[in-house]
């Protein structure tokens, strides 16, 4: 483990039993390193639905040239991923707000990165997320979204599962839909929105349809 990964998972450790279970079954389960080695290590970054700050707090922890912003609509998962960060010793190159649902990016970003949000949104508002935040991107800007594809069926279905537990037995992810965006959509949006995209499956040994798409605005 890096010693990035290392202060990101220490951040947690006062906080309760629950959230250190999820945090440590989300850093399992999630090719976060492979996610983040698609970030620039400097700049303005927003993280778009953060949830309690994992991926925020690593960002913050790998480069100290990264100025972070973190959204969600939960406003006590941000109260946790506030108090990880000062932990984490990042807290004073991230910030972490909350939005409300609907929200979409309306600022200018170095880098847009969002990791398992579309899903919960619905194809349609997928799409217009996808659009917006390609909109709101710097010239040379990257929209890095890590997402659950369809294929190949039994991992959907598996990750599909989990979901539901997650969002209507659990109560831990908010959320109005449940339907994985095809990674095929995701590139057709953002290559739409003028984004030169390059995706990648990310999913080998593992039991989840981990793709990652990277989108670069041209004019840097």
Do not use: N
């Not at 202060?7 to 629950?18: D, G, L």
């Not at 992810?173 to 965006?181: A, I, P, S």
């Amino acid at each position: 483990m890096s010693d990035a990964a290392a202060v990101a998972r220490r951040a947690y450790a006062s906080q309760s039993f629950a959230t250190r279970a999820h945090v440590a079954l989300r850093w399992w389960t999630c090719p976060f390193g492979a996610v983040a080695r698609a970030v620039p290590a400097t700049g303005t970054v927003l993280d778009a639905g953060c949830g309690h700050g994992l991926f925020t707090v690593y960002l913050a922890a790998q480069s100290p040239a990264r100025r972070i912003t973190g959204v969600d609509i939960d406003e006590d998962k941000l109260g946790i991923a506030r108090a990880a960060a000062r932990a984490a010793g990042v807290d004073d190159r991230v910030d972490f707000r909350q939005v409300t649902a609907g929200w979409h990016p309306d600022a200018s970003w170095d880098t847009i990165v969002e990791v398992d949000m579309l899903y919960l949104l619905g194809g349609r508002r997928a799409t217009e997320w996808l659009t917006q935040a390609s909109g709101a991107l710097t010239p040379g800007g990257h929209l890095v979204v890590k997402e659950l594809d369809v294929e190949p069926r039994w991992k959907a279905r598996w990750s599909r599962f989990q979901e539901v537990l997650a969002t209507r037995v659990a109560r831990i992810t908010e959320g109005d839909e449940l339907e994985l965006v095809p990674k095929r959509a995701v590139v057709d949006a953002m290559a739409g929105s003028g984004l030169r995209v390059d995706a990648y499956r990310l999913d080998r040994a593992r039991v989840h349809p981990h793709y990652l798409a990277v989108g670069i605005r041209d004019g840097a």
